[in-house]
Nanobody, 121 residues
Framework: QVQLVESGGGLVQAGGSLRLSCAAS????????MGWFRQASRKEREFVAA????????YYADSVKGRFTISRDNAKNTLYLQMNNLKPEDTAVYYC??????????????WGQGTQVTVSS
């Protein structure tokens, strides 16, 4: 199964930028569409962005469209999320996972520790 490690989070002021990374183990990484999810305190996990297996198609939640960019490097087994013009409402723990549509794959059960993003006003 795929093992995932998220990194790159931190504390930034509103309007700032961060670049998150998701390092994956497993020989079949390049076969999976991948996505980012986030979970704020006391809230359910929500979809942020996804990318096709080839990297040719991307999908974004309306709340981040135009500000975030998802990308992947299959040769490095790494997924990225470039976050620009951050807002306080982006504050959450960010996770990566293989996806089907806007949901994690139903057979996925190997969530990483996530990476904390905190945006101050």
């Amino acid at each position: 199964q795929v093992q995932l490690v998220e990194s790159g989070g931190g504390l930034v002021q509103a309007g700032g930028s961060l670049r998150l990374s998701c390092a994956a183990s497993g020989r079949t990484f390049s076969s999976y569409p991948m996505g980012w999810f986030r979970q704020a305190s006391r809230k359910e996990r929500e979809f942020v962005a996804a990318i096709s297996w080839s990297g040719g198609s991307t999908y974004y939640a309306d709340s981040v469209k135009g500000r975030f960019t998802i990308s992947r490097d299959n040769a490095k087994n790494t997924l990225y999320l470039q976050m620009n013009n951050l807002k306080p409402e982006d504050t959450a723990v960010y996770y990566c996972a293989p996806v089907q549509g806007g949901s994690p794959r139903p057979d996925f059960d190997s969530w990483g520790q996530g990476t904390q993003v905190t945006v101050s006003s």
